[in-house]
């Protein structure tokens, strides 16, 4: 399909246009990928000719710079404080206190020298003199030392920043000393942090919480897909010692049935099993959740607020309770079954959660439940906004309610609730507590090569659930666990990529001004 | 003559019909909307119904309970649930409060202020966000425990708001979109009035934004009532430390035949939902707000 101008796109029709969408998304890969590969380059040629430049000009300053800004190259801030700006002053001082303290004292130098081996020495019994006894010294530990690695090169990263940012203000004072101005006082600074600078004070906790808590933690397990860290390696009392594996975990991974294990068969089948739950829970979600609102707003409806109430329930009690209740009343002695005896309707226990294809429908079901209201909610603040005149228009023309529905309401939702759809349908590739709390991952892939990958891998898994599963499981293979969470990044990168640049709707923010 | 009394009663009977329709219609949905009430309410009654139940703690295959009293709750109270509830409401309190000032001070300053990295930044938090926040815990429980603030220690409440709070910056979206939607003029009318960028937030944005800081509140005091991942993590299954859906969960987790505690389970959930649910639903309005504004602002 090739289209020559704009004009001729206009023409065809929706599902043409989506399709064209489609295939030049995907003709444009190659050219994306090339793209990506060259933007990575600008960045890291940027990145080097910004180090270059940054390095002349320190320099340069020093060169140029009087006794004050050459003194500030070893003990930071002397400059501001010889100048007059003792706050400033004090704070880089500090820092580098700080720094260099932890880095001599606090072991910095240690943790980045042993990085590269992740530790020599093991815990060890020891003769200890003064108890008399022998006493386990721990030595190296490989997963303080990769911690503490991490956090020791972020450190140095942000001291090296600071002792430019030093640098530059020395600079920038000495060129407006001798321009005569006056410098910026404390207090001026104090002021700019609630006025000029706020952006900075706002952001200052925030950031440091996402650094520290999530940044790090990522960067850290990005790491430890390349070693062999599991509890056994790192059980903090006999043993201490991991070490770096390269490529070997992604190879597990990858290579098949290896000792009775098969860690490709039981990721393509979680995979799989994934993608079709996440598709199922967005979409059933999302049409009845618009058929549910529209039934609610229907002109003539009455009680709307007590409809309303009643599905809110879902939401206004913890997921845990309603939840775990339901997947009990589903159980072999449960209501549900206790309810179809009685009733006659069958004479032996249904087993919901102990056969794959019922388990997975029920999943989806019980989903449902839990899923309408909120789109209830979403669908219903956007029904309101649907211009009435489209539909009153709509009417003289002749149109039925389906062709009202199908032309005006579908496509106005979908435009507005597209990026919506997007990070619901990854939200529910996560989703973590429908799956666990109702099925458990269960039941047992009937294949020992699939189930054995790490604690009884199910028919119901999805691939966090396994990930739990890896990590709570008896050897606790850290490193599997890393791999898969690094795949599950790729392939949510990749269906957000696909869906954000065939999306239609996807809108300035600026416009909302 | 006839005729047009022929086309009036056409149209009246086409009225009726219309009409008619209509009600055939509405009573449709009215059967489908009390069918689907039904199905939501049944288990909430059922719960109730079976944390009254005397005869048994056992799971059971009928509902109405043959003997009817107290004696669940009375027994809640000799087991660890108060204190898995007091760990709870005060993870709840506190995550309402540091994450609503976290959440509003990452928001308002991506809405408002245009400063270098702001781009960058907010595809660097999209891009995390892609990553499954569980391989997080994994080391966060280390750490944790190398401070001490993890459930062998006895207490997993600090560690666990710890966490909860940390990363809060990254849910900013649904807010970010209601100030958003505050007009931009407002602030630059304070400015030229001699206000700081502080007092514009103080005195004009926050008195404008009360729904959106109710509907923050709002979920953050309810995340940790529902959270079972970190909770389980942090608390490492140490009694004393639990949550309450960890908790509560943990009296279910033994095989279901043999089990005992299920009307336990069920009174220990019921007084739980209860004050919970009554918040939400006195709260309900912010909610939606919140709720709608998010999607349709992305």
Redesign the interface.
């Known amino acids: 399909m090739k289209i020559q101008s704009e004009m001729e796109y206009l023409k065809l029709s929706k599902w043409h246009k989506f399709l064209y969408r489609l295939l030049s998304f995907f003709k444009a890969i190659p050219k994306k990928i090339g793209g990506g590969f060259a933007a990575i380059g600008r960045f890291f040629k940027n990145l080097v000719l910004g180090i270059g430049r940054g390095c002349r000009d320190i320099v340069a300053t020093f060169v140029k710079g009087d006794w004050k800004t050459k003194l500030s190259y070893v003990f930071m801030g002397f400059g501001n404080i010889a100048r007059g700006q003792v706050l400033r002053g004090v704070m880089f001082l500090l820092f580098e206190l700080v720094f260099l303290y932890y880095m001599i004292f606090g072991g910095g130098v240690y943790y980045l020298r042993m990085l590269a081996s992740l530790g020599l020495q093991g815990p060890s019994k020891e003769y200890n003199e003064i108890l008399d006894q022998y006493t386990v010294v721990p030595h190296d530990n490989s997963f303080r030392i990769l911690l503490y690695g991490v956090l020791t090169i972020f450190f140095v990263i942000a001291f090296l920043y600071t002792w430019r940012a030093n640098i530059r203000q020395n600079k920038i004072a000495e060129e407006i000393l001798r321009s005569g101005k006056p410098l910026k006082s404390g207090r001026d600074d104090l002021r700019s942090m609630v006025d000029d600078n706020f952006h900075k004070t706002l952001l200052a906790l925030p950031l440091t919480g996402i650094l520290v808590f999530t940044v790090m933690p990522i960067f850290f397990m990005i790491l430890v897909a390349f070693t062999n860290y599991n509890a056994a390696k790192n059980d903090g009392f006999n043993n201490a010692l991991f070490t770096w594996v390269g490529f070997e975990n992604f190879k597990t991974i990858f290579a098949g049935e290896v000792n009775g294990v098969n860690y490709s068969a039981a990721f393509g089948e979680i995979l799989l099993w994934t993608l079709v739950w996440a598709f199922f829970a967005t979409f059933t979600n999302y049409f009845l959740g618009v058929f549910v609102a529209m039934m609610i707003n229907k002109k003539g409806i009455k009680l709307k607020k007590l409809w309303r109430t009643v599905l809110i329930l879902t939401i206004a009690i913890p997921q845990f309770i309603s939840l775990l209740y339901v997947s009990r009343m589903f159980a072999l002695n449960g209501l549900v079954n206790g309810a179809l005896k009685s009733l006659g309707i069958i004479s032996q226990s249904i087993d919901f959660w102990g056969t794959p294809t019922l388990a997975r429908i029920m999943v989806i079901v019980i989903n449902i439940w839990i899923g309408i209201p909120y789109l209830m909610l979403i669908a219903t603040g956007i029904l309101m906004n649907i211009p009435a005149d489209l539909y009153e228009s709509s009417k003289i023309d002749g149109a039925s309610g389906w062709k009202q529905f199908s032309k005006i309401t579908l496509p106005y939702m979908l435009f507005i609730t597209g990026p919506y759809l997007l990070t619901s349908f990854t939200s529910n590739m996560n989703n973590f507590n429908v799956i666990y709390l109702l099925s458990g991952g269960g039941p047992t892939n009937t294949n020992p090569a699939i189930s054995g990958a790490a604690g009884a891998v199910g028919y119901t898994d999805l691939l966090i659930t396994w990930l739990f599963k890896i990590t709570t499981s008896g050897e606790s293979k850290y490193y599997l666990a890393s791999v898969v969470g690094i795949l599950v990044f790729i392939v949510v990168a990749v269906i957000s990529l696909i869906v954000y640049s065939v999306l239609p709707s996807v809108k300035n923010e600026e416009d909302f001004q | 003559m006839s005729k047009q009394r022929d086309e009036a009663q056409a149209v009246m009977k086409q009225h009726m019909g219309l009409k008619a329709s209509?009600r055939i219609s509405?009573t449709v949905?009215?059967v489908?909307?009390i069918l689907?009430?039904i199905?939501?309410?049944i288990?909430?009654v059922?719960?109730v119904l079976q944390s009254f139940r005397v005869e048994s703690t056992y799971?059971?295959?009928?509902?109405i309970p043959k003997q009817w009293g107290l004696d669940n709750y009375k027994n809640l109270m000799n087991t660890n649930f108060p204190k898995w509830y007091l760990n709870t409401f005060i993870m709840a309190l506190a995550v309402a409060v540091i994450q609503t000032?976290?959440?509003l001070?990452?928001s308002?300053?991506l809405s408002?202020?245009r400063?270098k990295l702001r781009q960058g930044l907010m595809k660097f938090?999209l891009?995390?966000g892609?990553?499954?926040?569980?391989?997080?815990m994994?080391?966060?429980y280390?750490?944790l425990d190398d401070l001490h603030l993890s459930g062998q220690y006895g207490n997993s409440v600090p560690g666990l708001i710890?966490?909860y709070?940390?990363?809060?910056?990254?849910g900013y979206y649904v807010s970010k979109?209601f100030f958003?939607?505050i007009?931009?003029s407002l602030d630059e009318a304070a400015r030229v009035d001699g206000a700081?960028?502080?007092?514009v937030?103080y005195k004009i944005i926050l008195p404008l934004a009360k729904p959106i800081v109710i509907y923050t509140i709002l979920t953050a005091f309810?995340g940790p009532?529902?959270d079972?991942?970190f909770a389980r993590y942090v608390s490492q299954m140490v009694p004393k430390a639990m949550n309450?859906?960890v908790g509560?969960?943990s009296w279910?987790a033994t095989d279901?035949?043999t089990h005992n505690n299920?009307t336990l389970?069920?009174a220990g959930?019921v007084v739980?939902?209860i004050p919970?649910?009554v918040l939400?639903?006195c709260l309900?309005r912010y909610?939606?707000e919140g709720?709608?504004?998010g999607?349709?602002?992305?």
């Open positions: 209509a509405n949905i009215y489908i909307l689907m009430s199905i939501w309410l288990p909430f059922c719960i799971q059971v295959g009928y509902v000032i976290i959440v001070c990452m308002y300053t408002r202020f400063f938090m891009i995390l892609m990553f499954p926040g569980m391989l997080a994994i080391i966060l280390r750490v710890l966490v709070v940390a990363s809060s910056g990254m979109g958003d939607t007009p931009k700081t960028r502080a007092q937030l309810m009532w529902g079972f991942v309450v859906a509560l969960q279910l279901t035949m299920y389970f069920c959930g739980v939902a919970v649910a939400f639903m309900q909610y939606v709720v709608t504004g999607a349709v602002k992305g």
